[in-house]
């Protein structure tokens, strides 16, 4: 009986390190070990959503827009009035275009003349500010070189590749921010002229951040999307902008000729009133419009979160935070469309 016991024993310990000496050898195959599997399975896994937290970089496939999934990908949101002149871009208001408007992206309208960045550099820090609250909030942000007096972007191409580079170093690593090298090139300002200072501003924000978005302004108030002279970068858009009481079905045919040529165009700008901000909403228009860009899949932005007194501002003077109370007409009307866009 006791020569039974042992050889039990025996056979007992030979199992137990049969069973040591396999762990080993599997784990050093580089599989996990039970508790790593664990931890691993236990992980949660990104749900789907509207935001940079699932869609990552964002990639120009033919006219459109796609994820890091290449799933098809529309921003839709609101841009900023000048930041030099209006303190309403904290980060509730921010969070209630998110929530309560659907939106994805905020575009922050730094000028660079008016008081803006090359009158007074310390706008950056407000940029900055703003930047840093919409990471938080998982939202994408435009961060738009607001060219607009000064007409040709080859002004302060110097100050330009300066602050880019800055901007595109601190945010390397952050799939949420996109760069608006120049907003409405204007003035005698041709594609040779916008291509020239493309060519070196670009490079810089590769350099740091390589997959980045970029958007490129076109001639004549970013209207002559159907004459660009593509530049020689990959995921490059190029800016539409309309203001639907004065621009019609003639600059759809020119959106409509810039998809036919396979060109890339995203509204980073548009109004419900004219050009000038003023002068009434044109509902019927602005409907043909939004009907056109959804059809196309093309991304668009809204002019303007601020309380000034004219027909393209969302809120009513004296009003500071985006509450259905504090909304114009304009603001109310753009909800909705941002919430079924």
Not at 9 to 24: D, E, K, P, S
Not at 83 to 92: P, S, T
Request: hydrophobic share 35%.
């Amino acid at each position: 009986m006791k020569k039974f016991f042992k050889v039990v024993l025996v056979i007992i310990i030979f199992m137990f390190l049969g069973a040591v000496c396999y762990r080993i050898f599997v784990d050093n195959q580089g599989n996990k070990t039970p508790k790593e599997e664990v931890k691993k399975n236990t992980k949660k896994k990104q749900e789907k959503n509207n935001y940079p937290s699932y869609n990552g970089y964002l990639k120009v496939a033919g006219t459109n827009l796609v994820n890091q999934y290449d799933e098809d990908f529309v921003l839709k949101g609101v841009s900023s009035h000048g930041i030099q002149w209006f303190d309403l871009y904290g980060k509730d208001n921010l969070k209630a275009l998110k929530d309560d408007w659907n939106t994805n992206v905020f575009r922050i309208a730094m000028y660079t003349k008016e008081g803006g960045y090359i009158d007074d550099s310390s706008v950056k820090d407000k940029l900055i500010k703003i930047v840093d609250d919409l990471i938080n909030l998982d939202m994408y942000v435009i961060v738009d070189w607001h060219i607009l007096s000064d007409n040709n972007p080859t002004t302060y191409t110097k100050e330009s590749k300066e602050f880019f580079n800055e901007i595109s170093k601190k945010y390397k690593d952050k799939p949420n921010v996109i760069y608006e090298i120049c907003n409405e090139p204007n003035g005698n300002t041709s594609f040779e002229d916008i291509n020239k200072y493309a060519n070196e501003v670009i490079p810089v924000i590769r350099k740091n951040s390589p997959k980045s978005l970029i958007i490129v302004g076109t001639p004549n108030y970013s209207q002559d999307v159907d004459r660009v002279i593509k530049l020689g970068f990959d995921n490059i858009m190029y800016s539409l902008h309309f203001y639907s009481g004065t621009h019609k079905e003639e600059l759809r045919n020119k959106a409509r000729s810039a998809l036919s040529n396979n060109t890339p165009i995203i509204v980073s700008e548009f109004g419900v009133s004219e050009a000038s901000g003023n002068g009434g909403i044109y509902f019927d228009e602005t409907d043909k419009w939004i009907k056109f860009l959804k059809e196309n899949k093309i991304s668009i932005i809204s002019w303007n979160l601020s309380n000034k007194n004219e027909t393209s501002a969302i809120l009513k003077e004296n009003t500071d935070t985006v509450k259905d109370e504090n909304l114009t007409s304009t603001g109310k009307y753009l909800k909705d469309i941002f919430k079924n866009y």
